[in-house]
């Protein structure tokens, strides 16, 4: 009994030494130029929790400040089950972007590819991520050139304002997503907003989004479960709409985006389903919280801004005839707004940071990245560095107004994997705002603020308190 209890320890023993062996690569046999930092206490999780611990967005969190302060904008830990350098330098994050596929590649855990499926925009690489990013690039391309996508948020902004009239506060994270989702929906799928199966896929989607930053654990029940449950209903509801509309049945051609990908026969079925899923998911959760933050810090921060705001766009509904939309000339003269929303993003944060891993050894700056390392360029740290951006932490549209344009800004990424729709949450952030400043005064209403999770959402949905405003005040 006590030799088979000591070789069980021994096993034990055995195995510990292997696992710690495992984690801590880097002490044993990587160059001396490796950036200093710590790889945690934790076998596999590393420092992967002290991380993601949730923070305003408008700051870099404890970990981020602690470590930097300690070892310096580039550092070394162990997150997401892997040795990882952590960049907090715009010009190591541009470099790494810069040279996607050469030096580094897009790399995300197994679990975002569990959720969000093998062909996302977002997970795939080479020449699948190519021939993807070229298709979203069309769509986002034809919206802009298209009357009807500037007349179509107008629509969709004006019904919103509209339902607000006789309410005294609203959720906006709630108005803003179904705004967005609303549009996006109309955009690709030809959808109304009265439609049931357009309520079914938002919900859906809402369940989707909750588990994308939950605990990956593919048990019934569990956030994670429900999300990849609830991906796969919305699959199931787009291959439903592309096959009625593969029938080829009179009147069943819409004009719209699917059209376009139906006809596209050098992608499969199953890329085409999920190209629809990133454009929904991209156009829907990315600028609803563009528009929550812009309504955030404009209400919690600055009157002056909003002041400002409100009679830029009163002197371009003043130029307006009665009843006339907005259109791409009148987006192009809201200057002060797009300062607006450019600041909104740097304080923000829509994205915090990206995923990429080393394809082969690299040396830049004086540091050694090993090949296989995780890599993750961190935005945040970046935009609200003090030593870059004068005043970082306070939201002031006015940095923006400068001669010297501000620098070290990526809300977006950069390099092959830029965000594709990126003009698009402006314009439909700008047309939005152009109606809200005109139409309501709004207050935040109880202790909320955009927490990256490390997705940004506010915990309480943003409840504002509203007030009708007459044109003329």
Known sequence: MGDLVLALLSGVLLALILLLLNFVPARRKYSNNIPYGSM??????GETLSFLKPHQSNSIGSFLESHCSRYGKVFKSHLFGSPTIVSCDHEMNMFILQNE?????????????????????????????????????????????????????????????????????????D?????????????????????????????????????????????????????VKARARICSTVRAIMRERGKGNVGLEKRDFLDVLLSNTSI?????????????????????????????????????????????????????????TLDWEDYKQMQ???????????????????????????????????????VL???????????????????????????????????FGGGPRLCPGAELAKIETAFFLHHLVLSYRWMIKETDHPLAYPYVEFKKGLPIEIELQDSSS
């Open 175 to 227: 108005e803003a997503k179904k705004f967005t989702f609303n549009l996006m929906v109309k955009q690709i799928l030809s959808m109304e907003p009265d439609d049931p199966l357009c309520s079914n896929i938002l919900q859906d989607f809402q369940t989707f989004m909750k588990g994308l930053v939950s605990i990956p654990l593919y048990i019934p029940g569990t956030p994670y479960g429900r999300a």
């Open 40 to 45: 945690g206490y934790w076998p596999f999780l």
């Open 268 to 324: 499969s079925s199953e890329g085409k389903v999920s190209i629809v899923l990133d454009l929904l998911l991209g156009g829907y959760e990315t600028t609803s919280i563009l528009m929550s933050t812009t309504v955030y810090f404009l209400g919690q921060y600055s009157q002056h801004a909003l002041d400002k705001l409100k009679s830029e766009h009163r002197v371009i509904r003043e130029r307006k005839k009665g009843g006339e």
């Open 101 to 173: 596929e050469k030096l580094f590649q897009c790399s995300y855990p197994k679990p975002i590819h569990g959720i969000l499926g093998n062909l996302s925009l977002l997970v795939v690489v080479g020449d699948v991520h190519k021939k993807l990013r070229n298709v979203a690039l069309s769509f986002t391309n034809t919206c802009k050139s298209k009357p009807e996508y500037l007349h179509d948020i107008e629509k969709l902004t004006v019904s919103c304002m509209q339902s607000w009239k006789n309410k005294n506060e609203v959720v906006f994270c």
């Open 336 to 374: 002060f707004t797009h300062y607006v929303i450019n600041e909104a993003l740097r304080c923000g944060n829509v994205v915090k940071f990206v995923h990429r891993k080393a394809l082969k050894d690299v040396n830049f700056k004086g540091y050694h990245i090993p090949c296989g390392w995780r």
């Open 377 to 411: 360029p961190v935005f945040s740290a970046v935009h609200l560095d003090p030593s870059l951006h004068e005043n970082a932490s306070q939201f002031d549209p006015w940095r923006w107004a400068v001669q010297e344009p501000v620098k070290n800004v990526a809300p």
